[in-house]
């Protein structure tokens, strides 16, 4: 796999580099016009960004926000990314009125060396996140149109089969960026040979989501704590009433297959907060796992759990969290995951974070990010990493 510091050695003063980064901040969209609520993204895309402007390279960033539906909404408007990016590099960075059109191209073609030129939401065309090989070449075609080279730094996309994340790639000569460089060194101390003990902390929404992560980890680590939502299906699958917490009914006998298969390598809360509503105001109690009430939902883990899982972090040489302990976004229900996150910044060795809600949730309570081994920009990609399985937009830098 080349990388940017490869082309930056071939020489890129006044090439045109179609630059993929992962700018898809928090929006919070309860104010007059969209607030970035987390700028960390932004940030770790300017390693590459710098790099190459002072390379004389002319950057054309492609990047996603959100979940637009394949069509122009200017809810998802790159518009405040590109007014971030450029009071962080220092200088005004346009932003193309379309993704891959005539004033993508025509903005292209103006720019001189060290210019930067950010393209409007790449999810705005459909045929980006396409099944269809015919639609995403398309696109392709026309992303590669506008640039020389190809850089990936967009980490958290590189397990999407997209146009602008492995479609381009093909066309065009390619490197990895700065920081999908950095993600793999990381990921790789992870999967071979980890100091151990190996401890992986998973949280967070979704448990189905997270089961192929669980079941692949599962012979690797030395133990896996799980809190937040996903706890729930677990502690069901030991029999526990779990009143209106999250629960995935489908997904019951397999948490119950993995408990029987992990022996005490999984480690489940003991006590968690609940509340009657999913709110900052209905009021909030600490209950043993056994005792959760049939109208409450547990929206943290407790503190005792906190204890027990600090006490595994606190022997572990190599750790891995994703996901936060509780909803950490109401203050009610934030002491789980600012616990857990102080014990992997205590960490002695290798501590590493991954995951958008992860990463934001460090950043929002107030922690030391210089205090992780690593902050990965990559929740999903990270994971399948993790898996073992076959990122698409990694693998197509190296073909
Ligand atoms: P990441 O982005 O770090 O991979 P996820 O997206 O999987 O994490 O999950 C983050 C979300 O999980 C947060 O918005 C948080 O509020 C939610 N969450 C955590 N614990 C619970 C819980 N007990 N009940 C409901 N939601 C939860
Ligand atoms: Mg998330």
């Known amino acids: 796999m080349r990388s940017v510091d490869d082309l930056i050695a071939e020489g890129v003063s006044g090439r045109r580099v179609f630059l993929r980064t992962d700018l898809n901040v928090p929006l919070d969209h309860t104010t007059r016009?969209?607030?970035?609520?987390?700028d960390g993204r932004i940030r770790a895309s300017l390693p590459t960004l710098q790099a190459l402007r002072e390379a004389g390279a002319r950057v054309v960033v492609s990047a996603h926000l959100g979940r637009p539906k394949g069509t122009p909404d200017p809810q998802f408007s790159l518009a405040p990314v590109a007014a971030r990016l450029g009071e962080l590099l220092g200088t005004a960075v346009p932003l193309a009125a379309d993704t891959a059109g005539d004033d993508a191209r025509a903005k292209a073609e103006a720019l001189g060396d060290g210019d930067v030129l950010?393209?409007?939401?790449?999810?705005?065309?459909?045929?980006?996140?396409?099944?269809?090989?015919?639609?995403?070449?398309?696109?392709?075609?026309?992303?590669?149109?506008l640039a020389d080279v190809y850089v990936d730094d967009a980490f958290g996309a590189v397990h999407r089969k997209h146009a602008s994340v492995f479609d381009v790639a093909q066309r065009l000569p390619c490197y990895a960026g700065r920081l999908v460089a950095r993600e793999l060194e990381v990921l790789t101390r992870l999967t071979t040979e980890p100091d151990r003990p190996y401890v992986v902390v998973l949280g967070g929404s979704k448990v189905s989501d997270k089961l192929a992560v669980i079941e692949a980890l599962l012979p690797?680590?030395?133990?896996?704590?799980?809190?937040?939502?996903?706890?729930?299906?677990?502690?069901?699958?030991?029999?526990?009433?779990?009143g209106k917490s999250l629960l995935e009914a489908d997904q019951v006998d397999t948490c119950r297959r993995l408990l029987a298969e992990a022996g005490d390598r999984i480690v489940l809360p003991v006590d968690v907060v609940c509340s009657p509503e999913f709110s900052a105001d209905a009021g909030s109690t600490v209950v043993a796992v056994a005792d959760i009430p049939d109208d409450q939902m547990g929206l943290d883990v407790g503190p005792r759990t906190v204890e027990v899982f600090g006490a595994e972090l606190g022997s572990a040489r190599t750790v891995f969290w994703n996901g936060p302990m509780g909803v950490f976004e109401l203050a009610p229900f934030q002491a789980g995951t600012r616990g857990v996150a102080q014990a992997v910044a205590a960490v002695d060795g290798l501590s590493v974070v991954g995951g958008g809600d992860s990463a934001a949730a460090v950043r929002q309570l107030g922690l030391d990010e210089e205090a992780y081994g690593h902050i990965s920009t990559g929740g999903g990609a990270s994971l399948e990493y993790l898996e073992g399985r076959d990122l698409p937009g990694l693998s197509v830098l190296t073909d």
């Open 33 to 38: 016009s969209p607030v970035i609520s987390d």
């Open 118 to 145: 950010l393209l409007e939401n790449v999810r705005f065309e459909a045929a980006e996140t396409s099944k269809d090989d015919a639609e995403r070449g398309e696109l392709a075609d026309r992303f590669a149109a």
């Open 220 to 242: 690797k680590v030395d133990r896996l704590l799980v809190g937040g939502g996903m706890c729930f299906t677990f502690l069901a699958a030991q029999g526990h009433g779990v």
